[in-house]
């Protein structure tokens, strides 16, 4: 009984954490999209989620899978066509000790929608649904990193050490057909190591995004994706995209996100902080969870599907561009909305006032107006002050002295003796 009641308290914890660790906007609101598919690579498996309920973590945040493979995955990568042509893919690096593969995935995503309509979040192991489509070259290195451009086809192989930087160019022929096969173009070379690490992708963006420690802290920087070579081999500088926490690896930058993950050991356990954040390093979410070593993947990235491509994979030959673009508009609306109504509010209380205060001043003027035409009669008959002071001023003058005589009064008599 003691047994069921710990399990039972261990398991309530961890749907709690799941459901209230997530405190910041919803996956929808990061990506700018409810159109999306959550695509992780966890060693040897890929998981597909969609529909994240709002207020609760995505299960490969929480719930990490592995299958202890025999061999290394050293990259995962979106492949898409950016005119919207063919469906996207998933393209995985995985080497062992004398060889990496490059191996091509079509991503059957049918199983996903079957539980769309219930509250679970949908988490389906899509290993066995997968159909590789491999090409194997030769290597007598450890793989760093990979990069891939989906508008130019390239694919970047790193090779860098502590001390050196090597990396190489390969160009994927026949990227969207069965018989695609990696073309070696060029291997850059340098004796110094490179300052610059945990490169990753946005092919949504057409960025590359990388971390440089300056002054003690922890930058971001961006790059369009054909300045690569003059970036990483010879020393131009990104566009700077701001500060990074110095915990946590960016795991993925596909899609407007960046994926960050953080271990800690706690006694026989890890706790495993993870993290969504918008391409603008504003406010995202986080999600912590207690579990096993043994559980923990060594291969754990982030792949996001979204928009058209998105469409393209859940309607397959049923896909309408207009009618998926529809979609997009409709929930960017309805979201604009909502956002902008603490504005409208503010704007409308001061479009009010200004209108109360127009109609306060025509009072005003109309009230001047009446009391200037309707004046009664008694107070237009009384003098005013200046007719009162020109009548004292002329009753004055007339008051003065005349020194007129009448003619009549002057003596004009002739003195008869001159």
């Not at 261990?10 to 405190?23: G, K, Q």
């Not at 989906?150 to 970047?156: A, D, G, V």
């Not at 160009?171 to 969207?176: A, K, N």
Request: hydrophobic share 40%; net charge neutral.
């Amino acid at each position: 009984m003691r047994k069921k009641f710990t399990l039972f308290t261990f398991i309530l914890l961890n749907l709690t954490v799941s459901a209230i660790s997530n405190n910041g906007p919803t996956v929808d609101e990061i990506l700018e999209t409810n159109q999306y598919f959550l695509v992780s690579q966890q060693d040897g498996i890929t998981s597909i989620e969609t529909s994240v309920t709002p207020g609760h973590c995505p299960q490969f945040m929480v719930n990490p899978k592995t299958n202890h493979p025999k061999f290394r995955f050293a990259g995962v990568h979106l492949v898409r066509d950016p005119n919207g042509r063919f469906p996207p893919k998933i393209m995985t690096i995985r080497e062992d000790d004398h060889s990496f593969n490059a191996n091509i995935f079509t991503l059957n995503v049918s199983n996903v929608f079957q539980q769309i309509s219930s509250k679970t979040v949908s988490f389906v192991d899509k290993k066995k649904s997968l159909v590789p489509e491999t090409s194997a070259l030769k290597l007598n290195k450890k793989i760093l990193s990979t990069l891939f451009d989906s508008t130019s086809h390239m694919l970047y192989v790193d090779f860098s050490t502590s001390d050196t930087f090597e990396m190489e160019q390969f160009f994927v022929s026949g990227l969207h057909t069965d018989n695609f096969k990696l073309i070696s173009l060029h291997r850059y070379y340098r004796s110094s190591p490179s300052s610059r690490f945990e490169w990753q992708e946005d092919q949504y963006a057409g960025k590359f995004y990388y971390k440089e420690r300056i002054d003690d802290q922890i930058q971001l920087f961006e790059i369009p994706m054909n300045a690569l070579v003059a970036t990483a081999s010879e020393g131009e500088a990104g566009v700077k995209v701001g500060k990074m926490n110095k915990d946590g690896v960016i795991l993925g930058a596909t899609g407007g996100a960046f994926f960050t993950s953080y271990r800690k050991r706690e006694g026989n356990m890890t706790k495993l902080y993870t993290s969504l954040v918008p391409a603008n390093l504003s406010a995202g979410f986080k999600c912590e969870k207690l579990i096993k070593p043994s559980s923990m993947p060594n291969f754990y990235e982030l792949i996001i599907i979204k928009n058209n491509d998105y469409c393209m994979l859940r309607d397959g030959t049923n896909f309408d561009r207009k009618n998926c673009e529809m979609e997009q508009k409709a929930y960017l609306i309805s979201k604009q909305v909502f956002e902008d109504e603490p504005t409208n509010v503010v704007m409308w209380l001061l479009v009010v006032c200004i209108i109360m205060f127009m109609i306060i001043m025509l009072l005003y003027v109309y009230i001047y107006w009446l009391r200037s035409t309707f004046v009664a009669i008694e107070e237009r008959a009384l003098p005013t002050e200046f007719e009162t002071e020109a009548s004292l001023f002329v009753a004055k003058q007339r008051s003065f002295q005349s020194a007129y005589y009448d003619p009549a009064l002057l003596d004009v008599s002739v003195d008869k003796w001159n």
